[in-house]
């Protein structure tokens, strides 16, 4: 079956750095696009960026861009999200998700803290 572990977060203090890595498994995860949410302690879940399945194209939430970079390896069924200048603002858990056709899958989390 589909599944998706999210690995990396952390705490870190504002004006920092972090990579997450989410690893993929039970579908061909070079046909599919990949996204990033997170979801905030009191707020929705949001979308931060978004990849094709041949990493030829990514989308970013305003927020993000200019700080945040998704990117992919089809090779090891991974996707990642390097995140530079945190701030507090960015604290939440980050999700790894697909879409195959109705079907929505999402990882269990990883919890990112900026904070000094």
């Known amino acids: 079956q589909v599944q998706l572990v999210e690995s990396g977060g952390d705490l870190v203090q504002p004006g920092g750095s972090l990579r997450l890595s989410c690893a993929a498994s039970g579908f061909t995860f070079s046909s599919y696009s990949m996204s990033w949410y997170r979801q905030a302690p009191g707020k929705e879940r949001e979308l931060v960026a978004t990849?094709?399945?041949?990493?030829?194209?990514?989308n970013y939430a305003d927020s993000m861009k200019g700080r945040f970079t998704i990117s992919r390896d089809n090779a090891k069924n991974r996707v990642y999200l390097q995140m530079n200048s945190l701030k507090p603002e960015d604290t939440a858990v980050y999700y790894c998700?697909?879409?195959?056709?109705?079907?929505?899958?999402w990882g269990k989390g990883t919890l990112v803290t900026v904070s000094s």
């Open positions: 998700h697909t879409r195959r056709g109705s079907i929505y899958y």
């Open positions: 990849i094709t399945s041949t990493g030829g194209s990514t």
